[in-house]
T-cell receptor, first 112, second 113 residues
Framework: SQQGEEDPQALSIQEGENATMNCSYK?????LQWYRQNSGRGLVHLIL?????REKHSGRLRVTLDTSKKSSSLLITASRAADTASYFC????????????FGQGTELSVKP | NAGVTQTPKFRVLKTGQSMTLLCAQD?????MYWYRQDPGMGLRLIHY???????AKGEVPDGYNVSRLKKQNFLLGLESAAPSQTSVYFC????????????FGQGTRLTVV
C-alpha cells in the first residue's frame, strides 16, 4: 500500500486564494517531499522537509510536518492560474535505503 | 544538460510481446527509480537502484525486470506484456537517495493491446 495518502483528491479555487493540500503517511520517515506535475509532463521537485523540521518556506509555498500525526500540509498562497497542476507528496522512509514512495496526489485547478 | 531522458516516449505493444525502456541520466546520480502512473493511483514504485550493478524491488515489481549495468543507465524490461501494464512510466534519479530531490524524465506512454 502507498505510504502517502493525500487529501483532497481535487481542489478548485479562484486566482488569489490560498490552496491547502494534506498528506498522511504510515511509517517513520527521514523526510517528506512535495512535487508538482503539469498535465502530461514529468514531476518537478518543490520542497523537502526533514523529519526534525516542523515548517519550511519557499516563495509562495509553506510546508508543515507533524510527525506525531504522521501528516504534512502544503500551502500555496495567492494562487495563480499557472499553479494549476497535480501535487504529490513523497516520503523517504526511515531505514528504507532511499526508497521514495509517492501519494496519490491532489489535482489543483486555479480559475482566473 | 539533458537531465533524465527516457526512450521511447510512446509505444504500443501486443499482448505477449517484450520491450525495454531506457532511462539515461547525465548528472552522475547514484540512485535511479522506475515508477508507473495510472489514473487515480498516483506513482507506484516498480524497481529502484542504489548504484551501478544493484537493483531492488519496489511496490509493484511483478512482470518487470531491471538492470543497471552502467551508472548512467537504468533499463526496465517487460518480458511478456499484459494489458494491465498499460500505463505511463517515469524514470527518476537522485544524487544519493537521502534527503536529495529526485529528477524525473518526461515519461513513456505504453499501451498494451
Amino acid at each position: 500500500s502507498q505510504q502517502g495518502e493525500e487529501d483532497p483528491q481535487a481542489l478548485s479555487i479562484q486566482e488569489g486564494e490560498n490552496a491547502t493540500m494534506n498528506c498522511s503517511y504510515k511509517t517513520s520517515i527521514n523526510n517528506l517531499q512535495w512535487y508538482r506535475q503539469n498535465s502530461g509532463r514529468g514531476l518537478v521537485h518543490l520542497i523537502l522537509i526533514r523529519s526534525n523540521e516542523r515548517e519550511k518556506h519557499s516563495g509562495r509555498l509553506r510546508v508543515t510536518l507533524d510527525t506525531s500525526k504522521k501528516s504534512s500540509s502544503l500551502l500555496i498562497t495567492a494562487s495563480r492560474a499557472a499553479d494549476t497542476a497535480s501535487y504529490f507528496c513523497a516520503t523517504e522512509g526511515y531505514n528504507q535505503g532511499g526508497k521514495l514512495i509517492f501519494g496519490q496526489g491532489t489535482e489543483l485547478s486555479v480559475k482566473p | 544538460n539533458a537531465g533524465v531522458t527516457q526512450t521511447p516516449k510512446f509505444r504500443v505493444l501486443k499482448t505477449g510481446q517484450s520491450m525495454t525502456l531506457l532511462c539515461a541520466q547525465d548528472m552522475n546520480h547514484e540512485y535511479m527509480y522506475w515508477y508507473r502512473q495510472d489514473p487515480g493511483m498516483g506513482l507506484r514504485l516498480i524497481h529502484y537502484s542504489v548504484g551501478e550493478g544493484t537493483t531492488a524491488k519496489g511496490e509493484v515489481p511483478d512482470g518487470y525486470n531491471v538492470s543497471r549495468l552502467k551508472k548512467q543507465n537504468f533499463l526496465l524490461g517487460l518480458e511478456s506484456a499484459a494489458p494491465s501494464q498499460t500505463s505511463v512510466y517515469f524514470c527518476a534519479s537522485s544524487y544519493n537517495g537521502y534527503e536529495a530531490e529526485a529528477f524525473f524524465g518526461q515519461g513513456t506512454r505504453l499501451t498494451v493491446v
